[in-house]
């Protein structure tokens, strides 16, 4: 807000999570109590030129569909990745701990194809710089809604030097 945003959309399922001054502030629409998954282009008039995703309990490979249905075109969609929620291995869900490289390289491939696969066209991604509270490595991972070819190329490599901090995959737009 503080930086020019004319509109913004807060959807949280929740009740109560936004702070007070953004609920007094006139640009922002509050939609507490709203489920992503139920939301339709309609119900975001204009639409956004960005969708963000900070979600719990929740695969990005769910919300990325809703978000590319949502996000104007050639919008962006800019996600945190939640390793936890986009492993399959039950031996890392039942502990919270992700240690394995190789798992966060499939979770960055799971959501990066999942994006690609619902009309959106990959960015980047990069390895968050501080670590949470929890101990899990998070990711950003940024899209535009486009119909052009890939901007970024990755191939396993490429993600693991995100997943070791090494390096941010990034394309740049033609």
Request: proline share 6%; with cysteine.
């Amino acid at each position: 807000m503080q930086h020019g945003a004319r509109l913004v959309y807060a959807v949280e399922v929740g009740y109560g999570q936004l702070v007070g001054s953004l609920r007094a502030d006139a640009r922002v629409r509050n939609l507490e109590r709203t489920n992503l998954s139920d939301l339709v282009s309609s119900d975001l008039d204009p639409p956004p030129s960005l969708v963000t995703l900070d979600l719990s309990y929740l695969s990005l490979t769910k919300a990325l569909p809703v978000a590319a249905a949502l996000v104007e075109p050639e919008g962006y969609v800019l996600a945190l990745l939640k390793p936890l929620f986009e492993v399959e291995s039950p031996e890392a869900r039942r502990s919270g701990q992700i240690d394995d490289p190789a798992l966060l390289v499939m979770a960055l491939r799971r959501v990066l194809e999942a994006g690609t696969g619902t009309g959106l066209v990959p960015l980047g991604a990069a390895k968050l710089a501080l670590k949470p509270r929890h101990g899990v490595t998070e990711f950003f991972v940024c899209f535009v809604r486009s119909t052009k070819q890939a901007y970024w190329q990755y191939d396993e490599g490429t993600l693991l030097e995100i997943v070791e901090g090494a390096g941010i995959g990034r394309g740049e737009e033609e």
